[in-house]
């Protein structure tokens, strides 16, 4: 027995929270917006994305750990037109959001 609980890693990513994600580079006038809600509904996540003055995006999503993580691996890239530099991610209390929409 080596000791290890393989069931941890499983219920960690059933658990759901909020991260808000900064979002940098050409990534305004590019769909990103609307690319991200695609990919965050194919997920089953939920919350915003928003462009702010600064040219940079905003996402507020919430949903399943694991689903978060995919979700947050593909922003680092987004749609073929955008050109990321950065991905700023930060926990956020859990809101109970119904649906993924773009400000």
Do not use: K
């Not at 999503?61 to 700023?88: F, I, K, R, T, Y």
């Amino acid at each position: 027995m080596s000791g290890d609980d393989e069931t941890s890693p499983a219920s960690d990513e059933s658990m759901e929270e909020c991260r808000l994600f900064r979002v940098t580079g050409r990534v305004q006038g590019v769909f990103f917006r609307a690319s991200t809600q695609t990919a965050a509904r194919d997920l089953g996540v939920t919350g915003h994305a928003l462009n702010r003055p600064d040219g940079s995006v905003e996402v507020l999503a919430c949903g399943s750990v694991g689903a978060l993580d995919e979700l947050q691996a593909w922003l680092h890239s987004g749609p073929p037109m955008a050109q990321v530099s950065g991905v700023e991610v930060s926990r956020v209390e859990y809101q109970d959001i119904d649906s993924f929409n773009t400000r």
